[in-house]
Every structure is written in C-alpha cells, then in structure tokens.
C-alpha cells in the first residue's frame, strides 16, 4: 500500500488566521462588581456622565489669587479663607489669597495657585493687622490649577468594548462612579489528558511509578495558564487511551463548555485516539504547524464546543498554548488586539542550527540586557520553560551569531 502524501506544514500566522476566523466572541453580558472585574474583558463601552476632576482644583497646596493683583515679587496678601479638600470656598475677594490645599477647589474669581514654598507666611504685627502671606514669585494664570474636565470629560468614552481590564481599568471606572461593569462571560473550557503512562502526582509515590509512566505535568501548568487567561476550568483529569473512553469524554465535555482542551493524542499512531473520536462526534482538521517546538495542534467541533488538541511534549504543549490557545480564548471573550508583541534585543549566544521550521528558544534576559539561552532546547525540557523568562521568535532558516538583534517576547507579556 502506498502511503498518502503527507499535507506540507502550514506557517503560524495561517494557523492562527484560521483560528481566530473561528473564535465566535461570546454574546452574554455578566454584571460584576468593578472591584471583581480584574482581568475580566469589557462587553460594553464605559461612557463617563461626569467631568473628572468635577470642578477646577489646586494641584498643590498653596494659596489661590488673582494674577492681576500679585503682578510683582514680594506683595504682601491678607489671607481671607481656608478651603480643604472636600470643602466648597467662597468667591475670593480682591487683593487676598485663598489658603487651599491639594484637590481644593479653586475659589471663583482665582485664576492661580501659588505653592507654599514660593510664600511666606506673616504672623499679626502692629503694622499687619492680620495674619498674611508675602507672594515671592509672580504667578501665571492657570498655574497649579487641575482644570475640570482634563482627565475625563463627560460623554467620553472612556474604556472600549473588548477591553482587558487590570488596577488601573478599574480605577478609571470607579474615578467615574461605576461600582459595576458589563463583561464577558468566562469561557467554560474542559481539560484532560490522554496516555496510559500519565500518573496524577500524589496517587503513586515516585519510588513506585512503574516502568514506563510518567507524572502528568501538562495537566497542571495548562490549567493554570487558562485560569489567567479568564476561563472556568473543569479538570477532567486523564482519559484512558482508548476510543470508547475518548468519545465518552468528549461527548459529556461537549455537553456544557465552550472549549475542550487535550494535551497529547493529536498524532496518528495507534494508541492515539483523539482524531477518530472527535470525527465521530464533530468535525476535525488536523494541523501540522511549521513551529518548533510544538508541531502537531487540532481544532474541531463538537456540537457548540470547540475543540482544541495540543501534543504532549511539555514544552510544545506549553509553548503552543501561548501560541494559539492564548488569543483564541482572549477573542472568545471579545479581546481585539491578541498578537504577541516582540521587542528587538541582542543574543548573547550562537544558534549555527537553522530549522525549516520557526523556532520559539527559551531564553533569559540578562544583567547587560542581552538574552542567554537554556543549553537544552528539547521539547521535553520543562526545565528551560522555568529558567527562561522569554522566546525569542526566530524565523525558518535562520542562525544566530553573539551579538545579533533578534525578536523577544517575555512570558510577563504572554501570561498577563
């Protein structure tokens, strides 16, 4: 029998074209508290019905004039009122100053707000009859004065639909006075693991692991990177390799998530049962992407659910999670912008082993702000993903000599 050609590798950026084309954002609205909302993705605009600052205010503490009556160094003012934050003043008389202090604001009639430093305080004498100030500087008008209005206008929209929201997100609603948000639902993503040699950590103790088996990592970081990514996870730990057990699997995950996430079984050997099942349940295309490590990667249908296959090396399961898996389930939940940023940064290392595939090496920012690179790139080395603080993104074909410029991405970005 004469094997079937096999289908050549697709690039990366044609993989996750497809992908995305696929990641139908989900259409429910959940309300939540604004002080729950970190790391959850805005499903309306956030329109401000207010200035914010409401009202013009000092940026400092200080005293409030008019420009017109300090127009020399050294005038002596009576101090006709004190306004705290929080307070209201009074119109401020001719030739007095306001003693005011930050976020006070500014009384009608000042245009100017001189800081204390640049004032001298005078206690009553025989010729002051009063306490005044001795204005050592000439003010300009709008010195020191917060206008209404400059950081947020009222109408303005001012965090977008598709918005991941972090601290400062929320700051911004409450600043406006939203003690609630309109956001994505989670994805609700079901995880297994295929393979009769995975064991569950705390199930057997590693003097008893016989031959052959191996503790199921992926299981873990896998579950957690879908975590920080906003998901609800139901972990359903490892499914026997066989067909019967598989389709059982699926068609109950199927059932009641969004997405069905395996590591391992996207291959096509004997024991590998996730292309039949899924076929016999839904639809299936089977990739061969051109990255290394992390070449083989599914995405199908079951029902509503989607389903997404990783391979079962460590590392390629890590690093394609980060490639694909990341934005497809960011956009799921409205997320526009979900391409990975590179910044440019000098190898301190050589790479004379150019691929035919992209590669994606686990490295290390250095002390100098080069990269230095895990001695040991295999795709079971977990070790590397641990160590490293980063990939550097290297083109098909391509060496690396010391010194070289390449593109960087720090897995701060990748898993925020």
């Known amino acids: 029998m004469t094997a079937s050609p096999r289908a050549p590798l697709q690039s990366l950026d044609d993989a996750l074209r497809s992908l995305l084309a696929a990641a139908v954002p989900l259409q429910d609205v959940e309300r939540v508290a604004t002080g729950d909302a970190d790391g959850r993705v805005l499903a309306q605009d956030v329109v401000s019905a207010l200035h914010v600052p409401p009202q013009d205010n000092s940026s400092m503490d200080g005293y409030a004039l008019r420009c017109a009556d300090a127009a020399a160094p050294g ?3 009576p101090v006709s009122q004190r306004i705290a ?3 209201a003043g009074s119109p401020l008389q001719p030739n007095t100053v306001a003693r005011i202090f930050t976020g006070a604001p500014i009384p009608p009639g000042a245009d100017a707000v001189v800081m204390q430093e640049d004032c001298t305080v005078l206690a009553a004498t025989d010729s002051v009859e009063m306490p005044g100030v001795r204005v050592n500087s000439v003010p300009h008008v709008g ?6 209005g400059e950081d947020v206008a009222r109408g303005d929209v001012v965090l977008r639909r598709g918005q991941r929201l972090g601290p400062a997100e929320l700051g911004l609603a409450a600043s406006i006075g939203l003690a609630h948000l309109g956001v994505a639902p989670r994805p609700r993503v079901a ?3 295929t393979g009769d040699e995975l064991v569950i950590p705390g199930t057997v103790a590693p003097q008893d692991m ?4 191996i503790y199921n990592s992926n299981r873990f970081f896998l579950s957690a990177l879908l975590r920080r990514m906003g998901c609800v996870v139901t972990d359903l730990g490892i499914v026997p390799d066989q067909r019967d057990a598989t389709v059982q699997a699926l068609r109950e995950a199927a059932l009641s998530h969004d997405v069905i996430l395996t590591s391992g079984g996207v291959s096509v050997g004997e024991e590998d049962h996730i292309k039949p099942a899924v076929q016999a349940l839904g639809t299936l295309d089977l990739w061969q992407i051109a990255i290394k490590p992390g070449k083989p990667f599914a995405h199908g249908r079951i029902g509503a659910a989607h389903f997404l296959g990783l391979p079962g090396n460590p590392v390629s399961s890590f690093v394609t999670f980060l490639l ?4 497809f389930v960011l956009r799921l939940q409205g997320v526009h912008d979900v391409a990975m940023k590179t910044v440019a940064a000098p190898a301190h290392f050589d790479w004379a082993r150019a691929d035919k595939r992209q590669e994606f090496l686990r490295v290390r920012r ?3 702000g080069g990269l230095d690179l895990y001695p040991n790139q295999s795709s079971g080395v977990l070790t ?5 603080d980063g990939l550097v993104v290297n083109p098909a074909g391509r060496t690396i000599a010391y010194g070289d410029v390449v593109a960087y991405v720090s897995f701060a970005e990748l898993l925020a």
């Open 210 to 213: 016989p031959p052959g088996a």
């Open 366 to 368: 250095n002390a100098s």
């Open 324 to 327: 694909l898996v990341r934005p």
């Open 384 to 388: 590397s993903a641990v160590w490293g």
């Open 75 to 77: 005038q002596v003012f």
């Open 143 to 148: 010195q020191w004065i917060r206008r209404a």
């Open 85 to 87: 934050a929080g307070s």
């Open 191 to 193: 995880l297994f693991s």
